[in-house]
């Protein structure tokens, strides 16, 4: 069995974590932590379908010790500053917070506005986006995995088989997020209250996944440059990303063609064939639905528009995370999440 750390379990991912967890034939959640319930037992804050029994400790480093994973699904900043003691001690880490994904210091600064804790130790973390080419074998060896962001997810899994293909352009983007996509502590004055009928764009070339997924990007190609622009939906849960990208001579089959052979080992990505995807099809399960259209316009520029959906605390939190300690820990990546 995997000994399991929780740091920041009673937030909406920390609450999914567990939910997956509980079912997962490998997994023993022994430490689980809260700031806000430290002190109090899990069982009188949530109902799970199977019993805790177990308090919510404070996040300090001394009760994370003997964990063989620790999952940081906590607010930026805290992983960083517990990492290396956790490391020294043979701890692995999953990172779900945005402390370790991007691969340069000072952009991370500079986004997130406050000094890296850490900054030797984000040239030791590896990008937990399973599906990306020989990225596997990297998680696998991995001390700490830097869980993607959930917009970034959506949108590198839909760009990914293509953007060694694409000229130098400035890709659009329009993603939608469920309300959960805020966290458990949004403020309503910000933006809207749970519950409230309500949409609308936010953080226009301010969000901070922006930087994340550019740096991906342009790993394969610096051509690239994005124009990333972010919704929030009254909707509970789901990432609904639309994205805009020209290329000559389009041709709509040798595409599909294309995105199935890259995923053809990829246990949660489909294509669909000319279908739209809903979010209805991905509630709930750490799988990712993409679809290709073509658009050309009066001047018979080719102009691929690119769909795809997932679930924002599953696929793009949660289970990836869950699916990236399968990798870590040599088991099938499918476990506990289907």
Not at 289 to 313: C, G, P, Q, R, Y
Request: with cysteine; glycine share 6%; hydrophobic share 35%.
């Amino acid at each position: 069995m995997i000994s399991i750390g929780i740091v920041g379990a009673s937030g909406y991912t920390g609450e999914e974590l567990i939910r997956l967890l509980l079912v997962h034939p490998e997994a023993s959640l022994d430490v689980l932590t809260s700031r806000t319930y430290a002190g109090k037992c899990v069982d009188d804050i949530y109902s799970f379908d199977t019993k805790l029994e177990k308090d919510f400790l404070e996040p300090v480093t001394d009760n994370l010790l003997s964990c063989d994973v620790v999952f940081f699904a906590s607010p930026n900043g805290v992983a960083m500053n517990m990492a290396k003691e956790l490391i020294e001690n043979n701890v692995r880490i999953i990172d779900i917070s945005a402390d370790f994904r991007i691969p340069d210091v000072d952009t991370w600064e500079k986004w997130y506005g406050q000094k890296h804790a850490c900054p030797e130790l984000i040239k030791e973390s590896v990008y937990g986006l399973p599906e990306i080419k020989n990225q596997k074998e990297k998680i696998s060896k991995a001390k700490i995995t830097a869980n993607p962001g959930c917009y970034p997810t959506a949108s590198l899994l839909s760009l990914l088989p293509i953007i060694s293909l694409i000229k130098q352009q400035r890709i659009i983007i329009n993603s939608t997020s469920g309300i959960s996509g805020a966290g458990r502590n949004l403020n309503p004055e910000k933006l809207f209250s749970p519950g409230a009928d309500n949409y609308q764009a936010y953080a226009i070339a301010k969000h901070r996944h922006y930087p994340e997924m550019l740096s991906q990007i342009n790993l394969i190609n610096k051509d690239i440059d994005l124009l990333f622009v972010p919704h929030l939906s009254s909707i509970e849960r789901g990432i609904y990303s639309t994205h805009y990208v020209t290329l000559p001579n389009l041709d709509l089959k040798q595409l599909y063609n294309t995105y199935n052979d890259y995923y053809q080992d990829s246990e949660f990505v489909r294509i669909l064939d000319q279908t739209y995807p809903k979010l209805s099809q991905v509630d709930k399960t750490n799988n990712c639905i993409i679809s290709l259209f073509e658009s050309s316009d009066k001047n018979e520029a080719s102009n691929l528009v690119i769909m795809s959906a997932i679930d924002n605390l599953i696929k793009g939190a949660s289970g990836q995370a869950i699916q990236n300690m399968n990798i870590m820990f040599s088991l099938n990546e499918t476990q506990g999440l289907k």
